[in-house]
């Protein structure tokens, strides 16, 4: 019997395909696997340049191209076009074998020779666009002589983009990197070395490389398996990972904590499950001995369901998903009893009180921030410790005497949640941080923490304190781009340390370059702070996935606007989108139930968009915050307007606050950032009126 692999490139595409064009699909698969005969199904191609690479038929008007082996029956199914462009592309791809990985590679010779003439080179002398890298250096990252020729001819990113099509993909992910501000080393380490087999490559040997491209194809044991992971597109993240996530996943062990940084769609989470996997299999550990942890509730509960797929029953037994606030509230309830947390408007009401009591002018909104962000962050206990704490990102600078009125207010105000039996959630944790700290054991032998850029220095203690300081005690993802809820932390105080233990993830899988591209354009040149007192930065990262370019559109009225997004959903349903695979996100829960109306109002359904996992046909809507974590085919991102974003609420004004007000603005801008990679193929950005100064200058011009 014929087995029918996949790549992973056309598990992305398999989506993008009309319904009765992926049900045809599947039942071509069915037969292809039920045939006597491969040649039943399987088709050569006249003037083929590479015999092995064939066709199958799909329904009337479209096939798939298939690479036959050379010997045994493991078929790979590589795209499925209509049916000239499916004839077009087998007959003039070459199969080979990259001979310093061993992967699998596909390209076009004949286009790049023809696109290297074609595409011309700027008129001043610009100089080539890789004449920084040497020939030896770009064998040894496994470009060949034919793809190497064709390198020396670019001179600007434009014919890589124009080449990149016609390139093999393990060498065009060598050379986008190195465009993207890669050192050959860090080309190296990212993308060549976890590819390197521990057996000698033979080139001539299709069928081993076709088994070697784990990272690029999906073999699976049936027809019934390849089309199921069709029907799951979150099974590509969960079964396929990219040799450079999988080295920080399935390293056997660090010798203490570690970190893994990286863009939005680069699989930090997938590798933090797949650590977890790591951790559990083949070992008979107890119940509930490994943490997995996040900061917000919905993200835990995804995360839940992800391992559940991802472990057997009795692996999973040893896991414990949590997120870090309900945790902690856990902790000191099973200590003190009720745990009321108090809400953000009583809070601001006490504050204002203690600080008309002892006569302090500062805003409750500064010194409720003063009270997370220096008190509660340095777990201060009097006014000796206040006057010395440090104040990062605190830029209204205050004297000793100030200072001591200051902690006055902020005494009183501790008081007065004590006295009236109330938590906040980060006093929840620095209190469950004590408590568990002060246990003879701690709780859990492995602790593995996604989106850690969100947690509070509080939170980190509980977390330092769950787990004793040892080999694969910490496993941290997450990125500081995506810093959405202004907390900011330095490891090396709170007792942790990666240093020699930190990866930085460098590739979307999740976001087509086009996307990518424009939503970078949002964050600019901003200097964004790490966990460990330096800066982090996106150099070099890259998107894997080509698509169409976001849509831009402005409105004059709010209606106009509803109107205009209304047909655009229309459009994209239309074209094949199913509705649940759709989001609409704005900056505030007004907006959005706005949003929501005018879309009902023009026959289109919708839910809350934090019912994204039910795939029932209704588009999603809510807020920017309520789109971390998650991911959909086409996101519409509304009500981008000026006097929208940044949300004037959620910035403290320039004049009482400098730094801070910077800070602020520089958090509403990742979080733009943050709804807008959400998109997986289709981004639209809109506003009515004028637009918001956080979107990109070229389009508020």
Same mark, same amino acid.
Request: with cysteine.
């Given at each position: 019997?014929?087995?029918?692999?996949?790549?992973?490139?056309?598990?992305?595409?398999?989506?993008?395909?009309?319904?009765?064009?992926?049900?045809?699909?599947?039942?071509? %698969?069915?037969?292809?696997?039920?045939?006597?005969?491969?040649?039943? !199904?399987?088709? &050569?191609?006249?003037?083929?340049?590479?015999?092995?690479?064939?066709?199958?038929?799909?329904?009337?008007?479209?096939?798939?191209?298939?690479?036959?082996?050379?010997?045994? @029956?493991?078929?790979?199914? %590589?795209?499925?076009?209509?049916?000239?462009?499916?004839?077009?592309?087998?007959?003039?791809?070459?199969?080979?074998?990259?001979?310093?990985?061993?992967?699998?590679?596909?390209?076009?010779?004949?286009?790049?020779?023809?696109?290297?003439? @074609?595409?011309?080179?700027?008129?001043?002398?610009?100089?080539?666009?890789? $004449?920084?890298?040497?020939?030896?250096?770009?064998?040894?990252?496994?470009?060949?002589?034919?793809?190497?020729?064709? +390198?020396?001819?670019?001179? /600007?990113?434009?014919?890589?983009?124009?080449?990149?099509?016609?390139?093999?993909?393990?060498?065009?992910? *060598?050379?986008?990197?190195?465009?993207?501000?890669?050192? *050959?080393?860090?080309?190296?380490?990212?993308?060549?070395?976890?590819?390197?087999?521990?057996?000698?490559?033979?080139?001539?040997?299709?069928?081993?490389?076709?088994?070697?491209?784990?990272?690029?194809?999906?073999?699976?044991?049936?027809?019934? @398996?390849?089309?199921?992971?069709?029907?799951?597109?979150?099974?590509?993240?969960?079964?396929?990972? !990219?040799?450079?996530?999988?080295?920080?996943?399935?390293?056997?062990?660090?010798?203490?904590?570690?970190?893994?940084?990286?863009?939005?769609?680069?699989?930090?989470?997938?590798?933090?499950? !797949?650590? =977890?996997?790591?951790?559990?299999?083949?070992?008979?550990?107890?119940?509930?001995?490994?943490?997995?942890?996040?900061?917000?509730?919905?993200?835990?509960?995804?995360?839940?369901?992800?391992?559940?797929?991802?472990?057997?029953?009795?692996?999973?037994?040893?896991?414990?998903?949590? /997120?870090?606030?309900?945790?902690?509230?856990?902790? =000191?309830?099973?200590?003190?009893?009720?745990?009321?947390?108090?809400?953000? +408007?009583?809070? #601001?009401?006490?504050?204002?009180?203690?600080?008309?009591?002892?006569?302090?002018?500062?805003?409750?909104?500064?010194?409720?921030?003063?009270?997370?962000?220096?008190?509660?962050?340095?777990?201060?206990?009097?006014?000796?410790?206040?006057?010395?704490?440090?104040?990062?990102?605190?830029?209204?600078?205050?004297?000793?005497?100030?200072?001591?009125?200051?902690?006055?207010?902020?005494?009183?105000?501790?008081?007065?949640?004590?006295?009236?039996?109330?938590?906040?959630?980060?006093?929840?944790?620095?209190?469950?941080?004590?408590?568990?700290?002060?246990?003879?054991?701690?709780?859990? #032998?492995?602790?593995?923490?996604?989106?850690?850029?969100?947690?509070?220095?509080?939170?980190?203690?509980?977390?330092?304190?769950?787990?004793?300081?040892?080999?694969?005690?910490?496993?941290?993802?997450?990125?500081?781009?995506?810093?959405?809820?202004?907390? !900011?932390?330095?490891?090396?105080?709170?007792?942790?340390?990666?240093?020699? #233990?930190?990866?930085?993830?460098?590739? /979307?899988?999740?976001?087509?370059?086009?996307?990518?591209?424009?939503?970078?354009?949002?964050?600019?040149?901003?200097?964004?702070?790490?966990?460990?007192?330096?800066?982090?930065?996106?150099?070099?990262?890259?998107?894997?996935?080509?698509?169409?370019?976001?849509?831009? *559109?402005?409105?004059?009225?709010?209606?106009?606007?509803?109107?205009?997004?209304?047909?655009?959903?229309?459009?994209?349903?239309?074209?094949?989108?199913?509705?649940? @695979?759709?989001?609409?996100?704005?900056?505030?829960?007004?907006?959005?139930?706005?949003?929501?109306? +005018?879309?009902?109002?023009?026959?289109?359904?919708?839910?809350?968009? &934090?019912?994204?996992?039910?795939?029932? /046909?209704?588009?999603?809507?809510?807020?920017?915050?309520?789109?971390?974590?998650?991911?959909?085919?086409?996101?519409?991102?509304?009500?981008?307007?000026?006097?929208?974003?940044?949300?004037?609420?959620?910035?403290?004004? $320039?004049?009482?606050?400098?730094?801070?007000?910077?800070?602020?603005?520089?958090?509403?801008?990742?979080?733009?950032?943050?709804?807008?990679?959400?998109?997986?193929?289709?981004?639209?950005?809109?506003?009515?009126?004028?637009?918001?100064?956080?979107?990109?200058?070229?389009?508020?011009?």
């Amino acid at each position: 019997m014929a087995r029918l692999a996949a790549t992973t490139e056309f598990l992305s595409e398999y989506a993008t395909l009309q319904k009765p064009v992926r049900k045809a699909v599947d039942k071509a %698969i069915r037969m292809f696997a039920e045939a006597t005969h491969t040649g039943a !199904h399987l088709e &050569k191609i006249n003037g083929s340049k590479d015999p092995l690479i064939r066709t199958i038929r799909v329904g009337d008007f479209w096939r798939g191209v298939v690479l036959a082996p050379k010997k045994g @029956d493991r078929h790979t199914l %590589i795209h499925v076009l209509p049916h000239d462009d499916a004839i077009a592309w087998a007959r003039n791809r070459t199969a080979s074998v990259n001979e310093r990985t061993g992967v699998i590679e596909f390209r076009d010779a004949t286009a790049l020779q023809g696109l290297a003439g @074609d595409v011309s080179a700027p008129a001043d002398e610009t100089p080539p666009l890789f $004449a920084h890298v040497g020939d030896a250096d770009m064998t040894r990252l496994g470009i060949d002589s034919g793809v190497l020729a064709a +390198a020396r001819q670019m001179t /600007n990113e434009a014919m890589l983009d124009a080449m990149g099509p016609y390139l093999p993909e393990s060498q065009r992910d *060598v050379l986008v990197a190195l465009q993207s501000g890669y050192t *050959v080393e860090q080309a190296w380490a990212d993308i060549v070395a976890p590819r390197i087999p521990d057996e000698p490559v033979d080139t001539d040997d299709i069928d081993a490389a076709v088994e070697r491209s784990t990272g690029r194809i999906a073999l699976v044991d049936g027809p019934e @398996d390849l089309i199921a992971l069709f029907a799951k597109p979150l099974a590509l993240w969960r079964v396929f990972l !990219h040799p450079s996530q999988e080295a920080v996943a399935y390293r056997p062990s660090y010798w203490g904590s570690a970190q893994v940084t990286g863009g939005p769609g680069t699989g930090k989470t997938v590798a933090a499950l !797949h650590r =977890v996997k790591h951790l559990v299999t083949g070992r008979d550990l107890p119940p509930r001995s490994v943490l997995l942890t996040t900061y917000t509730r919905g993200l835990a509960d995804a995360l839940d369901r992800d391992l559940t797929r991802l472990l057997h029953p009795a692996e999973r037994d040893a896991v414990e998903v949590i /997120n870090v606030d309900r945790w902690a509230q856990g902790v =000191v309830r099973a200590e003190h009893g009720a745990t009321r947390v108090a809400d953000d +408007a009583e809070l #601001r009401e006490w504050m204002a009180n203690a600080a008309q009591a002892h006569g302090c002018d500062a805003t409750a909104a500064f010194l409720l921030e003063e009270w997370r962000q220096v008190v509660l962050a340095h777990a201060v206990s009097d006014v000796e410790g206040y006057l010395t704490a440090p104040r990062r990102g605190r830029g209204k600078g205050m004297t000793r005497d100030r200072k001591r009125i200051v902690w006055a207010t902020l005494d009183r105000f501790r008081t007065e949640l004590h006295e009236r039996g109330v938590w906040t959630w980060h006093t929840l944790a620095d209190e469950a941080a004590r408590l568990v700290g002060a246990r003879g054991q701690r709780p859990y #032998r492995h602790v593995v923490v996604d989106e850690i850029q969100d947690l509070h220095p509080a939170q980190w203690r509980l977390l330092r304190a769950s787990v004793a300081v040892g080999p694969d005690d910490l496993f941290l993802t997450g990125d500081p781009h995506q810093r959405i809820y202004g907390n !900011h932390v330095s490891l090396r105080q709170v007792g942790i340390s990666v240093t020699g #233990r930190s990866a930085r993830l460098r590739v /979307n899988y999740r976001t087509s370059a086009e996307i990518l591209r424009w939503s970078m354009g949002v964050l600019g040149d901003i200097a964004i702070a790490d966990l460990d007192e330096g800066l982090d930065s996106l150099s070099g990262y890259r998107s894997a996935l080509h698509g169409q370019a976001p849509e831009i *559109v402005a409105a004059p009225d709010h209606n106009t606007e509803g109107e205009d997004l209304a047909l655009a959903i229309e459009q994209w349903r239309e074209d094949g989108v199913a509705p649940h @695979d759709i989001a609409v996100v704005a900056r505030t829960n007004r907006v959005a139930r706005g949003l929501a109306r +005018a879309l009902q109002s023009h026959g289109i359904p919708t839910t809350e968009l &934090k019912a994204a996992d039910s795939e029932t /046909n209704t588009v999603r809507v809510g807020t920017m915050h309520g789109l971390k974590g998650l991911e959909f085919r086409c996101v519409a991102v509304a009500g981008v307007g000026r006097h929208i974003l940044p949300l004037p609420q959620a910035v403290v004004p $320039a004049a009482e606050d400098p730094v801070r007000h910077a800070l602020d603005v520089q958090q509403e801008r990742c979080l733009l950032f943050v709804a807008c990679t959400r998109a997986r193929e289709r981004l639209r950005v809109s506003w009515s009126g004028e637009p918001s100064e956080l979107l990109p200058a070229s389009i508020r011009r």
